[in-house]
């Protein structure tokens, strides 16, 4: 990790996820009656879990409107829950004046057009490995792995090693 990436992530107090694309691998499923169906991984949700746990807020972000989304935003007690969000930097702007928060304390992570002007915004912006190529060209740090399938899970330990806190947050693992 370079000392800027450390440096911002080190400062960053809120980590917005996009929702397709990033904490699923972007497929729709429908069932036979017609309701879309999402995947989420295990090991991202653990990510959510324990930078919630270090004191890192986190947040879904998302352009569509989804249940499932925020049955799992439920299910992992993430509170700051943003769907529909179409024009997505005018809703970020909402959000940090909303929060009298500064962009800088806020990472976003985002995988495809629709996601470049919060992720040019933002304090430390993040892609999964699979995000078009010019959101990976973009972003201050691109994982090894593609959206669903552990993008979240190294992105949450790239924020908790840079603020110190991966030791203390996963201790109880390796007892």
């Known amino acids: 990790m370079t000392p800027e990436l450390r440096a911002k992530a080190a400062a960053i107090a809120v980590v917005l996820f996009d929702v397709d694309g990033v904490l699923t691998d972007g497929s729709l499923l429908y069932s ?5 169906l999402k995947r989420f991984f295990v090991r991202d949700g653990s990510a959510i879990v324990w930078l919630q746990r270090a ?10 409107n989804s ?11 993430v509170k700051i829950v943003i769907q529909g969000a ?3 930097l005018e809703a970020f702007e ?7 928060l500064e962009a800088g304390r806020v990472a976003f ?12 915004r933002a304090g430390l912006s993040l892609a999964p ?10 972003v201050d740090w691109v994982s090894a792995f593609a959206g669903g399938n552990g993008a979240v899970r190294e992105a949450g330990e790239l924020i908790l090693k840079a603020q110190g806190k991966w030791e203390g947050v996963t201790a109880i693992y390796r007892e």
């Open 67 to 77: 249940a499932q989304a925020a049955t799992r935003a439920r299910e992992l007690g």
């Open 94 to 100: 909402e959000f940090l004046a909303g929060r009298d």
């Open 32 to 36: 036979a009656e017609g309701e879309a």
């Open 129 to 138: 490995a699979d995000a078009a190529p010019e959101v990976r060209a973009a």
């Open 55 to 64: 004191g890192v807020e986190v947040g879904i972000f998302s352009g569509r």
């Open 86 to 88: 179409l024009k997505k």
């Open 109 to 120: 992570m985002g995988d495809d057009l629709i996601d470049l002007p919060v992720l040019r």
